[in-house]
């Protein structure tokens, strides 16, 4: 069965048609061009397919579609309409990431943990990003540049 559904994508409205059990990360990438998450594991375990809805880390590939009516979803495409963000900045400046296939979701967890909690500790930064894998990395300079973020909004008072 097909459904209409609306909800803000990245700050515009979109309405796509969709089937009852059609996954957003599928509706996302083939329907909408929003190619940032990623298909990883397709089971929730890997959350290379995370985006924010209403400002909640979701995995995609295990979200129906017709879950996002009405509410605002943000993929990586989202956050960079002035740039790169501070947590990007620190991914680059600490090389946080090999082949890059992670990265999105990642940027996606650490931006819903700084924006709760603007200067997490090492421990709630490793808790918050422990449901992203990646196979690359060893995870070391992804909490070295969460950490330097931490920091840094520390110093500003955030
Ligand atoms: S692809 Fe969604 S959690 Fe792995
Ligand atoms: S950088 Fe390759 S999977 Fe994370």
């Given at each position: 069965m097909n459904h209409t559904v609306k909800f803000n994508l990245n700050g515009s409205p979109v309405e796509v048609q969709v089937k009852s059990n059609e996954k957003l990360l599928d509706v996302l990438r083939d329907?909408?061009?929003?190619?940032?998450p990623k298909f990883g594991?397709?089971?929730?375990?890997?959350?290379?397919?995370t985006v924010l809805i209403d400002g909640l880390s979701v995995r995609s590939c295990i979200t129906?579609?017709?879950?996002?009516?009405g509410k605002n979803v943000v993929s990586?495409?989202?956050?960079q309409a002035d740039g790169p963000t501070k947590i990007q900045k620190a991914f680059i400046k600490n090389n946080a990431?090999?082949?890059?296939?992670?990265a999105p979701g990642f940027v996606m967890s650490a931006t819903e943990l700084i924006e709760k909690n603007p200067s997490p500790t090492e421990e709630e930064i490793r808790h918050a990003l422990a449901g992203n894998l990646c196979?690359?990395?060893?995870?070391k300079n992804i909490v070295d540049a969460m950490n330097e973020v931490s920091q840094e909004n520390k110093e500003e008072g955030r």
């Open positions: 329907k909408l061009g929003v190619t940032s594991c397709g089971v929730g375990e890997c959350g290379a397919c129906f579609a017709v879950e996002v009516e990586l495409e989202g956050l990431f090999q082949c890059g296939f992670c196979r690359c990395t060893g995870y």
